[in-house]
């Protein structure tokens, strides 16, 4: 075996043995977007089109499709095989520009690109996280050096460069933008070229087809033909509302509930989205320059959360992982200040040079920093942008002409030193000024019972409400600030609705089990009319067992809700962690009762329970119904079946329910209307 051929295995075989390793030491349990990824996969592997999954509207079908392959072979759990193929995937990535530079740079300058990518200790310490990014990784680093080799003087690839920027596109969809410069060097787009319009129309066709596919599968999938999510307003909102600064992003659906209330999230996302944008101009300045910043010199580091936290790993390998994670923390800070500084530099003597092929790399590595400056930001996304810059510095030393070399990099260096410690000194001095200035805003939110009846209508007080899944009987209440000081307040205040017509009143409470045992850190407070009904050290209370508290109501009581901060450790995040749970139920003076129906959530256009008519029916479960009693859909009276004193079923004409939003039913009787919202 020559030289050549012994790198080609080598340097692959180092990178999927590093990873490896680390799976092996550190098995990350997917959590979060990345268990959804993995089901998305399982779905995908049940069937090819994953019909009927529940997260089409907010994931890209790449990742998950590439994964469904290998979890066919039924190799172990999803979640272990999907880790695994991952870490083998990234790890193979070196291989690319080992070989697609062959015969355009030196074998140093290959090796060494590979190397690079091999061994790199941020994306090692990620690459057991089933996450999107990872993937993302894949045609970013092969577009790359397709492009450089174009670039360089070899034929181009149109058809290839269409075909990875719809890959690209699958597994993250503002990829397509990201790396649209690098498609069309690689593809031959280029100034003065020769054929360049020929190669632009097999580059557009090819990704035409891929987007096809995307839109064939998505509707395939879920009823609704379109190339991307419809998450997208929604993800931005939720880096432009309040408490967003702490994190990147905080869940926005207390926003829209207070500002677009009973309004599906998705439709209103994007205008409460420059609402809050004019609202805040200002600071939303600041805010854009930091997540543009501070993330990306996270990627690293800020990507040990996923990989390393005590909460998706198996208990056996928490405490290692917690060393790990004290040792590792500090280097892969530096790690990346290292790697900005020789992009920085690649950058300076890319311009001096007009060498396109780097240029055209910082094109992409900056257009990835800008998207998500505007959007939504987290470290991780920033891993394809590390592997451009790691491209970037072999082609800048290889193509650098060699008497001047020495003084031309010397000089790089000097500019790109003081350019690195700009942008560090910037991303602090603006995530300083953004967190310091993020306030929290009145929210208002409402309490239904199970029955979807609202009793309780309610306003927070210096808190946020932190919950990505809102549940509709069920609301949740935290501290705005992720790290409270003693003595910190968060709470909200809630009034009952037609309190004439309700005979008793429960409110129930709940917090997370994590925070069993925690003595002296907490404590839960509520008052009705300022009369404490409930003073409680949250660590005290049962886990999993809600506290009930009843109600008195011939005051028409105003209940209010207050955590109190003790002695919350810092740096732990509890002001968020601690979610204490909302809920009411009551009983009315008299007249029938409505504790469900059946079912609660419809799709628009889609027949629920379905009669051998071939027409959708409700069913409306109580207590107290008699001969005689309707029910209404958004007003419309339904022909009504009184099953027994319990249940009343009608027919729903398609119309009422073709179209998305919120249905208001009633039952409708010889007494008052009883109303729920499903």
């Known amino acids: 075996m020559n030289r050549e051929a012994a790198l080609a295995v080598g340097i692959p075989a180092t990178g999927v043995l590093l990873r490896l390793l680390w799976i092996h030491f550190f098995p990350t349990v997917p959590a979060s977007d990345f268990a959804n990824v993995v089901a998305f996969a399982e779905a995908f592997a049940r069937d090819p089109a994953a019909t009927g999954f529940g997260f089409w509207d907010m994931l890209n079908p790449g990742t998950s499709l590439f994964l469904s392959f290998a979890l066919r072979t039924g190799i172990g759990s999803p979640a272990a095989a999907s880790r695994l193929v991952t870490a083998v995937f990234v790890g193979l990535l070196p291989l690319l520009p080992f070989l697609i530079w062959r015969g355009v740079l030196p074998l140093w300058a290959r090796v060494a690109a590979a190397l690079s990518l091999a061994v790199w200790p941020g994306q090692i310490a990620f690459s057991g996280v089933v996450a999107q990014d990872n993937w993302a990784i894949g045609p970013t680093v092969a ?43 690689g593809a031959g787009v280029l100034p003065g070229r020769t054929g360049r319009r020929h190669d632009a129309v097999v580059l557009a066709g090819t990704l035409a087809a891929c987007l096809l596919f995307a839109a064939s599968l998505r509707g395939a999938g879920s009823g609704r033909f379109g190339i991307t999510t419809t998450h997208g307003g929604i993800s931005t909102l939720a880096a432009a509302v309040p408490g967003s600064s702490r994190g990147y992003c905080a869940p926005p659906y207390s926003y829209v509930e207070t500002f677009a209330p009973g309004q599906d999230p998705k439709r209103v996302a994007w205008r409460l989205t420059w609402y809050e944008l004019a609202r805040r101009p200002f600071y939303h300045a600041v805010r854009v320059v930091y997540f543009a910043l501070a993330p990306v010199l996270r990627t690293s580091s800020g990507s040990l959360y996923w990989s390393l936290s005590p909460a998706f790993l198996p208990e056996g390998d928490r405490a290692n992982a917690a060393q790990a994670l004290r040792f590792l923390q500090r280097p892969l800070e530096w790690e990346m200040y290292l790697v900005l500084f020789a992009g920085f530099a690649a950058l300076v003597v890319a311009a001096r040079t007009r060498n396109l092929a780097v240029l055209l790399l910082a094109a992409a590595a900056m257009i990835k920093a800008c998207v998500h400056a505007l959007t939504v930001s987290q470290p991780r996304y920033f891993m394809p942008m590390v592997a451009l810059i790691l491209l970037a510095v072999p082609i800048t030393l290889a193509t650098a002409e060699r008497p001047s070399r020495r003084r031309l990099l010397l000089g790089a260096g000097f500019v790109a030193l003081p350019f690195t410690a700009a942008i560090a000194v910037a991303a602090r001095v603006t995530e300083q000024w953004t967190q310091r200035h993020d306030a929290p805003i009145s929210y208002r939110f409402e309490i239904p019972e199970p029955s979807g009846q609202v009793r309780f209508a309610c306003v927070t007080e210096n808190a946020g409400r932190w919950s990505w899944f809102p549940e509709l009987t069920e609301k949740t209440l935290s501290f705005f600030d992720p790290d409270p000081s003693p003595g910190e307040v968060a709470g909200a205040v809630c009034d009952l609705r037609d309190p004439a017509a309700v005979r008793e009143a429960t409110l129930r409470l709940s917090v997370p089990s994590s925070f069993a045992g925690q003595t002296g850190r907490f404590m839960l407070t509520v008052t009705s009319n300022g009369v404490a009904k409930l003073q409680a050290d949250v660590g005290a209370l049962v886990p999993g067992q809600p506290v009930e508290v009843r109600l008195p109501l011939e005051d028409n009581p105003r209940v209010a809700v207050r955590l109190q901060a003790l002695s919350p450790e810092p740096g732990w995040g509890w002001g968020h962690a601690l979610r204490v749970g909302l809920s009411v139920s009551t009983q009315d003076v008299g007249g029938p009762t409505i504790t469900e129906t059946s079912p609660r959530e419809v799709r628009a256009g889609v027949a629920f329970n379905v009669q051998p008519t071939g027409e959708a029916a409700l069913a409306v479960i109580g207590r107290g119904f008699e001969p005689g009693d309707v029910i209404v859909w958004n007003e419309v009276v339904l022909a009504t079946t009184h099953a027994n004193s319990g249940l009343l079923t009608a027919i729903v004409p398609a119309r009422l329910y073709e179209t998305p939003g919120r249905a208001m039913v009633r039952v409708r009787s010889a007494g008052r209307a009883i109303t729920i919202v499903p």
């Not at 070899?154 to 460069?161: E, F, I, N």
């Not at 890959?167 to 790396?179: G, K, N, S, T």
């Open 143 to 185: 577009l790359a050096c397709l492009a450089c080799r174009t670039v360089l003087g070899r034929p181009p690839h149109p058809w290839l460069s269409g075909l990875l920027l719809g890959i690209a596109f699958l597994v993250r969809q503002e990829m397509i933008v990201v790396l649209a410069p690098l498609a069309l060097a």
